[in-house]
């Protein structure tokens, strides 16, 4: 044991969990906590929004596979963090966000303290795995020895601890605790053992992949087996990159309505699904479905003929792919057939422009491991279905809670995670001016992530909804920008207007500048991009 401050015992206990960086900004009731990163060898990142600081965590979260954090102060600074908090359980990546507290004394009194809410932890809940609140400065290292267990074990979702000023103020004899490594879930034999009968009786079988494959480090078992049954990948926005777009084998993100990969699904008999929640049911028709899934509340949640295997995906591919190459030999190539449907579905003469020829335009000009963070824009939307990905942890959406201004400041996280990768950020213009403000932080910290401001001078898909559905009728979608270059130039950062044809070149040459980079490319108003 040895006698610290309960702020002390918090940055010590974070570094021994292999905490580097933390994303955040100070305040009154985090003076102690912030004083004792002096010395504690973790990097602090000041932000200019608390809403940004967990975007950031997630976008570090995702790019490394490491657990992302944010410090943040209690009452409004914490609902301010909830927008990123909320994205990361959607996406199901791992954030620890560490926030302030009223003094304990006046917890639940509802005198109307400094940034009070009560109660705290009944507002973060519905978009925490885990939240506790801690009192005294000895449990400080068990609290958070405990939320790296929820951070590491099971799915990986954000939790949350909450500290008053005086637990951090406060010494105490404290023990702090080794961090420890925890394995993954074993599938029951007799799950692997029906599935991989199921597989094997398959005459058309086909494999569905979600995040849940790039969280477990699941790309290289999930190649084997599908060379082995020569079974056609598709996957969600979130898994994309688990399987690389180059291998014939994948075949992309479906869209619910108009594509031809929907045709490939219909044909199919066993569906393959593999840490995915299977949100669009309706895409499949009577098919009998194999889902593979760490969290048991997503087993057949979505599609009543399910059968369930709970466990780590890449665990249970494993098993899956050694028991069943002894039930059925290699199956003859899909690769001239699967090729030649590839070519014809990514044919560019009949993808939407200008989306197709702003997509391709982005992924000629970023290395195969660059990070693409797309933004809820027009051309962000688009390249989830025509932008190839090589590689896992490269392509990261907002999943299921579609935000508005998360692009940016995930860069920013994901850059700090991976200095050495191209990070690029796609927003609209609306998006971007919910967290232009970090612009300060990529200059005062070096971040050089590029993003790419796509102006309409508008909420681009509300204002073309409206036109078309409401008969011309428009309210609130058109806005008033202001001229982006000089706004990222007054940062100190480096700000360019392109023309649409402009965009490959402007963008290799901010990558290889290296330096926080905004790059306008002023649009017209696009067609659905769905």
């Known amino acids: 044991m040895a006698k610290m401050t309960g702020g002390q015992a918090l940055m010590q206990s974070l570094y021994r969990e292999g905490v580097r960086v933390i994303f955040g900004l100070p305040g009154v009731q985090l003076y102690h906590a912030m004083d004792a990163l002096y010395e504690s060898g973790i990097q602090f990142i000041t932000t200019r929004h608390e809403q940004a600081a967990s975007y950031m965590a997630d976008g570090y979260a995702r790019a490394s596979g490491q657990v992302g954090v944010a410090l943040v102060v209690p009452g409004p600074g914490l609902q301010n963090a909830s927008a990123g908090i909320g994205t990361a359980y959607a996406a199901s990546s791992p954030i620890l966000v560490v926030a302030g507290q009223v003094q304990r004394n006046m917890i639940g009194v509802k005198r109307g303290v400094l940034h009070e809410v009560h109660d705290q932890l009944d507002i973060i809940r519905p978009v925490t795995k885990w939240a506790s609140r801690i009192l005294d400065p000895a449990d400080i290292p068990a609290a958070v020895h405990e939320a790296f267990f929820h951070l590491k074990t099971g799915r990986p979702r954000p939790v949350e601890i909450e500290i008053p000023p005086e637990t951090l103020a406060e010494e105490a004899e404290v023990t702090l605790f ?110 009998q479905v194999i889902q593979i ?156 992530a590029v993003v790419i401001v796509f102006n309409d001078n508008a909420y681009g898909n509300v204002l073309r909804d409206q036109i078309n559905r409401f008969q011309g009728r428009t309210i609130g979608a058109e806005l008033h920008n202001p001229d982006f270059v000089k706004l990222a130039e007054a940062y100190g950062a480096r700000g360019v207007r392109v023309e649409p044809e402009q965009l490959e070149s402007a963008l290799r040459e901010a990558l290889a500048i290296q330096a926080p980079t905004l790059i306008e490319v002023p649009v017209g108003m696009m067609p659905v991009p769905y």
Do not use: C
């Open 178 to 287: 080794d961090p420890e490594e925890y394995g993954a879930p074993e599938p029951k034999r007799e799950d692997i053992e029906q599935g991989a009968r199921l597989l094997a009786d398959a005459t058309n079988p086909l494999i569905w992949v979600g995040g849940g494959v790039i969280s477990a480090g699941a790309s290289e078992i999930l190649q084997r087996l599908a060379e082995h049954l020569q079974a056609p990948v598709i996957s969600t926005p979130e898994g994309k990159g688990a399987l690389s777009d180059r291998h014939y084998l994948s075949l992309g993100v479906p869209k619910r309505s108009g594509d031809s990969l929907n045709k490939i699904i219909a044909q199919s008999d066993v569906v393959l699904a593999v840490g995915t929640r299977l949100a669009y049911p309706e895409m499949l028709d009577r098919q």
């Open 293 to 448: 899934d760490i969290d048991e509340e997503e087993l057949g949640r979505n599609y009543s003929k399910t059968f369930g295997i709970l466990g780590d995906a890449r665990r249970a591919l494993e098993e899956l792919y050694a028991l069943l190459s002894t039930l059925i030999p290699p199956r003859p190539s899909r690769q001239a057939e699967l090729e030649a449907f590839k070519a014809k579905r990514f044919d560019p003469s009949i993808q939407i422009e200008p989306q197709g020829s702003l997509v391709r335009a982005i992924r000629a000009a970023m290395p195969d491991d660059g990070i693409l963070v797309a933004g809820m824009t027009q051309v962000g939307y688009y390249s989830r279905t025509h932008y190839p990905v090589y590689h896992p942890r490269t392509y990261f959406t907002s999943s299921y809670y579609g935000n508005l201004g998360y692009a940016y400041p995930t860069a920013l996280g994901a850059k700090v995670a991976r200095p050495d990768r191209a990070v690029v950020a796609v927003s609209g213009d609306g998006g971007f001016l919910f967290n232009s403000q970090e612009l300060a932080t990529a200059v005062k910290y070096g971040i050089n």
